[in-house]
């Protein structure tokens, strides 16, 4: 493990490469990285990028979206196949009719999309969101069209919450918040009677309604930032971001909610980029995010509601 770890420092300096990585990548993968973040913080880095080669350790909407904002650059994946469910569940062509078939139906409306999702179904959004400026994109919405919010029906749900705008919400969800465990949640609020509960807005009602502080992963990390005092966290997101927690701000304890199925949750798609894929794509210079024709839309869209 020492070896590989030093091979891909040397192979990262050799072939000139920047590595991004999300904080749902192991440990040993964001130890190595560049940057870290969250999605919108890792766009962003993306456009601050030197290097001709941008290895992204996430999931493939990510990498998309990096190769969109740098078509010169050469954007590296390590497995190709690190999908995402809420992306699987918006196809474009899908959307596309429904669209058409609010619009037959005189609706007025904007399409507000959540960044996991594909690129063509950027090219057909008005707007991109993450979890770090949905609220405040939402708000530039002109108040007299309506939101048509797209894939994840719990962030939606949630914006609805917090904007006080109804929208047409997409019944998309991520696997991996979906499936906490209401139950598990509340017996270890039982074991950890002063835990704090801090969850992903990708999760459901129910697990939204006993949770102290909702808020993207960028948001958790400023939010335990604020305690100064040793605190135990219950973590009710992707089960990796309890090692970027604890390494920022290590005062505090941190326990993974559970998923119904599992002690932590873990996102499978992040799970397929390894060690030994990221060494190889350093090594071999694939597999690469190549550029598409509808980029070319979906870029605008994106430069327009992350970077400005
Ligand atoms: P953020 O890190 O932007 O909060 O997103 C969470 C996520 O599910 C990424 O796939
Ligand atoms: Fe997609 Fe959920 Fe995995 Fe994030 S954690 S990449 S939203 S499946």
Redesign the pocket.
Known sequence: MIDLVSEIRQLKKQKNATILA???QDGEIQDLADFT??????ARAATKVETDTIVFC??H??AETAKMLNPQKRVLLPDMKAG?S?AESCPAAKLDRYQQMLRENGRRFQTVTY??STAAVKALSDWIV???NAEEVIRRVPADLEILFVPDRHLGQYLEEVTGRNMILWDGA?M??EIFSVGDLLSLKKKVPAGITIA???CPANIREHSDFI??????IKYVSGFAETKDFLVA??AN?LWQLASKHPRHRYHPVPGISCACNK?P??ALNTLEKLRDCLLNGTPEITWQPEFTKAREVVQRSLLN
């Not at 973040?37 to 890792?42: E, N, T």
């Open positions: 999300h904080y749902y973040g969250d999605s919108l913080k890792l996430g999931v909407f990510m995402c809420l960044i996991n993450t979890s770090g991520c991996v918040h992903h807005p990708e808020g993207g992963t960028e948001a958790m997101t992707e971001m996102c798609h992040m």
